[in-house]
């Protein structure tokens, strides 16, 4: 049954967090010591030792931890996106689309809101208008009515009417698939046109949101804060071709365990691998008691989930109205 599958697989991932953090930690000593990070010398000088100390032998002394090398950075980033790719295989863009015209509407509807909010109103705005012509002929206050839910109804009304009439002007009706036309369009950044780039084209892009710059700065991937930054930092770390999927699984990761104002660590599958790990419940009964959506055993954020979500005991988010 799909709630039991999922129930099963929150529980699966706090089981798991002990042993992966211990053959982390095996692996990461093995890799110290062939590095000479924890060596004979350093030991038998006592390099960690108070002498060490006393003489101000940084050099040696193991309480004073080099920095990262650039080539270990991108060793540890790829290693953590390994590892989210394991748990959640099944990692999606969570907006309902069938087409490049839909994504980049609820894309852009998204904005102050959930995926969830926005895919329970979706479905009656393109019932009703589900082509760019037919969206900037509309009439503006019955767009507004039905976009209310999502907040901000007005402006995002403007926005997607207003993208819609360049779409038709411009484009002939078709969203492009080019970076440089899409931040074109009312209510388009470099976020929304990376969505719509590598989720409707196949297109490699990083999807810098709130989710993403959260994590990254939390492994220490990048110490940066402005979006066009974090996704120039992050990008040289991983293959472009690598960008979309990453985008998804730390996208996923944040959404579902490593919250903003408490992580659940101690159900964290990663938990061995983050340099974060303790500010948030270490507790792993008590984590479990943190997670969402499916890893929580609860309904995810579209009507319309893939099958790979729903086959490994995801559910699909109830309708407008429905609870």
């Known amino acids: ?23 982390s930690k095996a692996r990461a000593d093995e890799d ?62 969570e907006l309902d ?13 998204s904005a102050q809101t959930t995926d969830l909010r926005v895919n329970q109103t979706t479905p009656a705005l393109f019932a009703k208008y589900p082509t760019p012509e037919d969206l900037a002929a509309a009439d503006p206050e019955e767009v507004e009515e039905i976009l209310r839910p999502t907040g901000f109804f007005r402006a995002k009304t403007k926005s997607v009417m207003g993208l819609s009439k360049a779409l038709v002007e411009e484009f002939g009706g078709e ?15 470099r976020k929304t046109a990376f969505v719509v780039l590598g989720n409707a084209f196949g297109r490699p892009g990083i999807t810098v949101d709130t989710h993403f710059q959260r994590l990254v700065r939390r492994w220490k991937w ?9 996704e120039a930092a992050v990008g040289a770390l ?37 340099p974060a790990y303790g500010e948030g419940e270490t507790d792993p009964e008590k984590a479990k008691k943190l997670l969402k ?4 055993g609860f309904p995810g954020q579209r009507l319309n989930p893939p099958q790979s979500y729903l086959d490994a005991g995801g559910r699909p988010a109830p309708p407008l109205g429905a609870g």
Not at 97 to 109: G, I, K, R, W, Y
Not at 241 to 257: E, K, N, Q, Y
Not at 293 to 296: A, F, H, L, P, S
């Open 222 to 230: 990048t110490e940066a804060t402005e979006p066009d930054k974090i």
């Open 238 to 274: 991983f293959p472009k071709s690598d960008w979309t999927m990453l985008s998804h699984h730390v996208i996923f990761h944040g959404r579902r365990i490593c919250h903003a104002r408490k992580p659940a660590c101690g159900a964290c599958p990663i938990a061995p691998l983050c």
């Open 32 to 93: 110290a010591v062939s590095k000479g990070a924890v060596g004979k010398d350093a030991v038998s000088k006592g390099a960690a030792g108070k002498d060490a100390v006393n003489k101000g032998d940084v050099n040696k002394g193991a309480a004073v931890s080099k920095p990262e090398s650039h080539t270990a950075l991108v060793r540890r980033a790829r290693r953590v996106n390994r590892e989210l790719a394991e748990i959640y295989p099944y990692a999606h863009p």
């Open 293 to 296: 959506y499916e890893k929580g």
């Open 1 to 23: 049954m799909p709630a039991k599958k999922a129930a099963d697989s929150g529980k699966a991932a706090v089981k798991k967090v002990a042993t992966r953090r211990a053959a």
């Open 97 to 109: 689309f069938e087409n490049p015209f839909q994504l980049v509407v609820a894309t852009v509807l």
């Open 175 to 189: 969203v492009p698939g080019r970076l440089e036309d899409l931040v074109k369009l009312p209510g388009v950044g």
